[in-house]
T-cell receptor, first 111, second 114 residues
Framework: QQQVKQSPQSLIVQKGGISIINCAYE??????FPWYQQFPGKGPALLIA?????SEKKEGRFTISFNKSAKQFSLHIMDSQPGDSATYFC??????????FGTGTSLTVIP | DAGITQSPRHKVTETGTPVTLRCHQT?????MYWYRQDPGHGLRLIHY???????DKGEVSDGYSVSRSKTEDFLLTLESATSSQTSVYFC?????????????FGPGTRLLVL
């Protein structure tokens, strides 16, 4: 059973557009929600993260929106650039630093 | 890669042979993890460690074993490799530094089982 469900599987966005990736979870024991960015041939790298007591967190062009009641969170990439083309994973952490990952979204930003 | 190395980086082996992958960290993080990454499945946890000699199974642990005799090293062994274990394997660490809740990933090991 997938603990964290991620959509869409792939996404194509024009340069300058907004990329939106969504994740949903069921386990209310999750207490930390990171997003990772992965380029081909590399390991995932932390992009931005949020805790459930905050509804939004912004770092540069990247924003996480968090809806605790709906058990959903999303990543918004503003002014998307070709260099943002990568695979993005959402994740959720539970006590003891166990993490559950979504299945990933392949983002392509077209010039 | 936050002071994490994996070896080997690439390996080709034959079905039925044992394989050991090594993860080494220089960050003194408490937790270490082994994941496999396959298309359509994202990152799936194989085993993790919450201290020296303290390990537990993840969601896809069948056919794998681990050992952690030192804080800095976490070994993943495929006891008898099968073609279904062809994958990219990532080691990760967490539980240290300024952001103990954050996981940091190694560069990955690409394993092909023929």
């Amino acid at each position: 059973q997938q603990q964290v469900k991620q959509s869409p599987q792939s996404l194509i966005v024009q340069k300058g557009g907004i990329s939106i990736i969504n994740c949903a979870y069921e386990n209310t024991a999750f207490d930390y929600f990171p997003w990772y960015q992965q380029f081909p041939g590399k390991g995932p790298a932390l992009l931005i993260a949020i805790r459930p007591d905050v509804s939004e967190k912004k770092e540069g062009r990247f924003t996480i929106s968090f809806n605790k009641s709906a058990k959903q969170f999303s990543l918004h990439i503003m002014d998307s650039q070709p260099g943002d083309s990568a695979t993005y994973f959402c994740a959720a952490r539970i006590l003891g630093n166990q993490f559950y990952f979504g299945t990933g979204t392949s983002l392509t930003v077209i010039p | 890669d936050a002071g994490i190395t994996q070896s080997p980086r690439h390996k080709v082996t034959e079905t039925g042979t044992p394989v050991t992958l090594r993860c080494h960290q220089t960050e003194n993080h408490r937790y270490m993890y082994w994941y496999r990454q396959d298309p359509g499945h994202g990152l799936r946890l194989i085993h993790y460690s919450y201290g020296v000699k303290d390990t537990d199974k993840g969601e896809v642990s069948d056919g794998y074993s681990v050992s952690r005799s030192k804080t800095e090293d976490f070994l993943l062994t495929l006891e008898s490799a099968t073609s279904s274990q062809t994958s990219v394997y990532f080691c990760a660490i967490s539980g240290g530094g300024e952001r103990p809740e954050t996981q940091y990933f190694g560069p990955g090991t690409r394993l092909l089982v023929l």
